[in-house]
């Protein structure tokens, strides 16, 4: 009975999905006669959309309720969770499936679109179509957990126990990331409707833009949150000492996030100068179809990854949907290419406005050869009839120098000006941290760093830190001398007075620390597997390990199986115990987790490779050596602050904002 109250909340979730669709568009008829009545079919497209949020909340809370209580009448619940898995392992079990995820994903993107449609409603002119073409997604995603992924599918025997959660997913932070990641994803949709709403009505400057700055922002920085969190999740759970291995599932949630970071940059020259619409435009649509391909890649298992939980039939559902979604994109966007042309140009290479056309060729750059290598696979089989990879060396080699390219032009670029920049303001701007680049780049030399990639990256890392840090003292030192403020206050006001800016270099900070760490970890990572018995030793740079044993017991439905292992430095000083285990779970499926000496410089890593001997008294351990990883974590958290600030309501933003929607409103009137 429950089971089919939740279906029928999917059903009617659906169909007001539908209906909104229909009255937004109707409204646009009706609004060519009658205003009036025009009006009131587009207030209710919105209550109907509305209206979907709820439907799929009752729909998520009743299999919430499903998996609390083991009812195994329902086979998502047979196959996600078991009687002994901890309750709240049992609740996040809700993402831990295909269908469950994508009920949440067609939730989540039903409160972005809500809350949308009440904080916009102001947005006449681009509403119905915004409407429409977020109701498409809608549709979409409500028709897959109606009929093909119904989560509410009756299981075709009843079971005593279920399967249990895959152990890979029974980390905490599995429990954060993949929400992450799906606000991720469901808030690129907002400014992808609002694009074509633009597109739609011939409404081509850059009101759609400010409409939806800040949800374009906030949805970058939970797709952000959800892509550290998974190099985090890899680090701790995956045992190879690593956080990013060119994954096909890591690398299409890195594609979006990609060309939104592009997107983000590009709007200013529009907003500054009015150049770049098409740019925009495009942007914008590429980012919401890698959303979909990202979803499709994730959830139907095409291609074969370690972070994929889900096989599935409904590919060619899904790029059907994409091809109508292209086709019906590309053919607006062709359609109003001469009105989207800009009457400025590039007056000069030395400007900010070419400053941040580089910067947008980079990003597509890499896009496309992630997109290329991450599908290489299937390409490969296409044309061959064999499946051909592309290995974590090639994506390095291909994409190395243009990250280093951008990374330059991330402290370059706030030097340049609006229309022309001199060569000699640059090379003043300069000198200094150029300077103290090379000195740093020297003395690392002389302690015996040789490798010229790490060089050559260190150097790019502290010169771009140091343009951007001094963006901070020239302005702070400014604001002293014309306001009188102490240090602390004229560098809190800039934030204040201009928190776009300064949070934004708050998070080209946060991407140079995150570099650091990469450097550290990608060039000087060192390992070693050693099988050993209680009380020998073995060494790693200046460590060295001593097993002394390994345990087994139980922790609630989990078997463990626990090393003890004793650290010490290249003088034989005691440092510390680690304690690195592997969890068994009742399926037979195991979970390895790692034990580290976390430092700023490094992080002392051993992993529990397998245990032997009658007694337990022998193990395969492996040892890792990650310099200067916790800066990676570190520089997340910057780049997160960052974002934050730069994300905040500015009041000048919002009577900018109001005063745009009452000239369009004039202009809407006098048509």
Known sequence: MLAEFGQSAIWCALLAAIYSIAAAGFSVYRQKTDQIS?????????NAALITFPLLLIACAIMVMALITDDYSIAYVQQVTSRETPLVLKITSLWGGQQGSL???????????????????????????????????????????????????AAPFLAANGSGLSPLLRHPLMIIHPPMLYLGYTGF??????????????????????????????AWLFLSLGLILGGRWAYDVLGWGGYWEWDPVENVAFLPWLTGTAFLHS??????????????????????????????????????????????????VFFGFMVFMLLFSAGWAIYRAPALASNNHLGSLLSRESAFLINN????????????????????????GQEYGVGPQQYNLATGPLFALLLLLMGVAPLTMWYRTSINHLGRLSLWPAAVATLLVIGIVIAGITQIGALIGLWIVFFSTGLTTLEYVRAARARRRSKDESWPTALGQLFVRNQ???????????????????????????????????????????????????????????????ATVNVYDEDGSFITTLFPHTDIFGNGEGMTIPDARSTIAEDFYVILVNWEGVQRNAATLRMYINPL????????VVFMIGTLIAAWPDPL???????????????????
């Open 38 to 46: 025009g009006q009131k079919w587009l207030s209710s497209a919105r």
């Open 103 to 153: 009920l949440l994903w067609s939730l989540l993107l039903s409160g972005f679109l809500g809350v949308a449609w009440i904080t916009k409603w102001n947005e006449k002119s681009l509403m119905p179509y915004a409407l429409i073409i977020g109701g498409f997604t809608q549709v979409f995603f409500t028709y897959l957990i109606a009929f093909p992924e119904n989560p509410f599918e």
């Open 189 to 218: 949709i907002v400014p992808y409707a609002f694009a074509m709403g633009a597109l739609m009505t011939g409404r081509l400057d850059d009101g759609w833009i400010r409409t939806t700055r800040r949800w374009t922002l906030a």
């Open 267 to 316: 709007v200013m020259i529009q907003e500054k100068r009015g150049m770049f619409k098409v740019w925009n435009v495009v942007l914008i649509l590429i980012t919401y179809l890698l959303v979909i391909y990202g979803t499709l890649i994730v959830r139907t298992g095409l291609l074969s990854s370690v972070h994929a939980f889900a096989q599935s039939d409904i590919q060619w």
């Open 361 to 384: 060729f980079v990003i597509m750059a890499i896009t496309l050869i992630i997109f290329f290598f991450t599908n290489f696979t299937l390409l490969s089989e296409l044309f061959t």
């Open 500 to 562: 776009r800016r300064y949070g934004g270099y708050l998070i080209h900070l946060g991407v140079l620390v995150m570099a650091f760490g990469i450097i550290g970890s990608e060039f000087f990572q060192a390992d070693r597997q050693i099988f050993l018995q209680s009380g020998q030793r073995a060494s790693l740079r200046d460590y060295t390990i001593e097993f002394v044993q390994a345990d087994f017991y139980m922790e609630n439905d989990v078997q463990v199986a626990q």
């Open 629 to 636: 990883i916790n800066w990676l974590w570190a520089g997340g």
């Open 653 to 671: 933003d919002m009577k900018i904002a109001e005063a745009e929607r009452r000239r369009v409103a004039v202009l809407a009137a006098g048509d």
